[in-house]
């Protein structure tokens, strides 16, 4: 009997390879976020509090990081996959859809943790910044829970993006929803109407979470007082994550009704 | 019954207003090779969709091995070989056999797979520095993985070099031959014919005719015969036999249902008569005559 922990692990490993294989892929998702904490967390970390502001931007580009190997290790192959016919085809084989499904979501964990893994050691030599190994801890652990509501996301945009502007619309939700939810720079530096808005991003509570992990003052970054429960911010996560799935869901039966 | 490999029954298909498939009934016997044939839009694609399980007939009833199609002990007895556009550029070919091996409680050996596909040399090359032809090999590499009782053939030649082409045509020999059954759709007539036991036409989600490719060729009558001839066309129309007679680059077709008898009495009054040429109605004519428009039968 071919066994399931087989096939998963088959799927994983082959999702996982071709991704690391496609430059487009694995140098963007990977080389930008290293790149702008290079330069922004790195090189400012050497005057009075820019260990602060290492350790500030070690959590929120972790985020930046996990969100785009999240949405581009799914929705544009998926995207492709979906109109283009190879998703037929394992659909036509006995191959169990959740096989499919779970092997891009730990291939994007598997990223995620690559480009943690990456940022915390730049972090540790060049940034100055200093964690316990609970602080590491409960960072990876964050990273792993917050690829679950981004991997839905993407599922979701697979959806309803046509193949070929796949890339470009998840920039389009991807680059600006970074910018207000204060991965770049602290929300407090942006106008408070548009700190206001903040929590409808996802990012933004993940960013909360990888915040207090990494041992970070709030203060530092501004946004809404009085939302700081840990459990909130993951109950807001999962809730996402339902309902884009959802979404995805019924959107993928109606498709496959019509084509 | 024992014999029945797959069927659809009084199987219709909408997409909203349009219909795909208008009540429509096919059986494939075990061992057999079965060719559907018709123009692009005519439903061959939908039918093999609805015998694989991806869609849910409208009305009727699609069972594959006497159970539907979707449940995993019947996918485990199938293959397919689907029109893929765009394959994942950067896995190997052997990564995806063996990926799909997996899939199976029984699958074929890996160097069958290779063997059989003829894919020595390019097991190890990403797909994305494949050729078209080559991409194919990969797909029908995989459709074999878990040595299926029964194979769709979704145009599996598509792209490929002659020889390539005629390998596949062997494997498909050999699958018959082993009692398996394979539905074949092809735009290729001199596919169908070489390789099918049966030929199921269909146009505009009808069947329009099912036979043997001999039974489907009778339906178009008589013979043809081409030369160069000073007799005119208009005198060859009177000759009795004669259905039908044209020139067209100072070469004449007379279409006869008694070739002999014409050819005698053509040779008799010009002895001056070159280029002769005879030839049986090629499936290409059985097949442009029942998938013409109406208007035009």
């Known amino acids: 009997m071919a066994s399931a922990a087989t096939i998963f692990g088959m799927e994983t490993k082959v999702e996982f390879l071709r991704l690391a294989r496609a430059k487009s892929f694995s140098l963007a998702t990977i080389g930008f976020p290293v790149m702008f904490y290079l330069l922004f967390g790195i090189v400012n970390s050497h005057g009075a509090g820019g260990e602060q502001v290492a350790r500030y931007l070690l959590a929120t580009y972790t985020v930046f990081g996990l969100v785009g190997c999240s949405l581009f290790g799914i929705s544009v192959t998926l995207a492709s996959e979906r109109t283009l016919g190879w998703l037929e085809l394992k659909q036509a084989s006995p191959m169990p859809a959740w096989a499919y499904l779970c092997a891009k979501l730990l291939t994007a964990m598997a990223f995620a943790l690559i480009i943690f893994a990456i940022l915390l050691t730049l972090g540790r030599t060049m940034g100055g910044v200093v964690l316990t190994g609970t602080q590491v801890f409960h960072m990876a652990l964050a990273v792993l829970g917050g690829v679950v509501p981004f991997a839905s996301l993407g599922l979701l945009l697979a959806m309803i993006i046509p193949p070929n502007s796949a890339t470009g619309v998840v920039n389009l939700i991807y680059l600006p929803m970074s910018f207000l939810s204060g991965l770049w720079m602290p929300l407090k530096n942006l106008p408070t109407g548009l700190q206001k808005l903040a929590p409808m991003w996802p990012t933004y509570h993940l960013a909360r979470v990888e915040l207090v992990a990494a041992g970070s003052p709030l203060k530092n970054y501004g946004g809404l007082p009085g939302s700081d429960s840990i459990l909130m911010h993951w109950i807001w996560l999962a809730a996402f994550s339902v309902v884009t799935l959802a979404l995805a869901a019924v959107i993928f039966r109606r498709n496959a009704a019509k084509v | ?297």
Not at chain 2, 150 to 155: A, G, R, S, T, V
Not at chain 2, 256 to 276: F, I, K, W
Request: proline letters at 4%.
């Open chain 2, 1 to 297: 019954m024992q014999d029945v490999a797959a069927e659809l029954a009084g199987v219709t298909q909408r997409y909203g207003q349009h219909v795909a498939l208008r009540d429509v009934s096919l059986t494939l016997r075990r061992g057999e090779v079965v060719a559907l044939l018709g123009p692009n839009g005519a439903g061959k694609t939908t039918a093999v969709k609805l015998l694989l399980g991806l869609l849910q007939p409208t009305t009727g009833v699609a069972k594959v091995f006497g159970a539907s199609p979707k449940i995993a002990q019947t996918r485990m007895r199938m293959g397919a070989m689907l029109q893929v556009s765009k394959v994942p550029d950067t896995v190997k070919a052997r990564e995806y056999i063996d990926l799909f091996r997996s899939y199976y409680p029984k699958p074929m050996s890996y160097e069958e797979i290779v063997q059989r596909a003829g894919l020595k040399g390019i097991e190890n090359k990403l797909l994305g520095s494949l050729s078209g032809g080559q991409r194919q090999r990969v797909l029908f590499g995989l459709a074999m993985c878990g040595d299926p009782d029964l194979i769709f053939l979704d145009e599996p030649t598509l792209g490929m070099d002659i020889e390539a082409r005629h390998a596949v045509w062997a494997e498909v020999r050999r699958m018959r031959d082993a009692g398996k059954t394979v539905l074949l759709t092809t735009h290729y007539l001199e596919e169908a014919d070489s390789l099918a036991d049966r030929i199921v036409v269909i146009r505009t989600g009808e069947i329009v005719a099912e036979g043997t490719p001999r039974e489907i060729k009778g339906n178009v009558a008589g013979r043809k015969i081409k030369c160069m001839t000073r007799l005119s066309v208009a005198e060859l129309k009177r000759w009795p036999t004669v259905t039908e007679a044209a020139m067209h680059d100072a070469v004449t077709v007379v279409t006869t249902l008694a070739a002999e008898d014409v050819l005698r009495r053509m040779l008799a009054e010009d002895a001056g008569l070159s280029g002769l040429e005879v030839s049986s109605p090629a499936l290409e004519d059985a097949f442009l005559a029942l998938t013409a428009e109406k208007e035009v039968l």
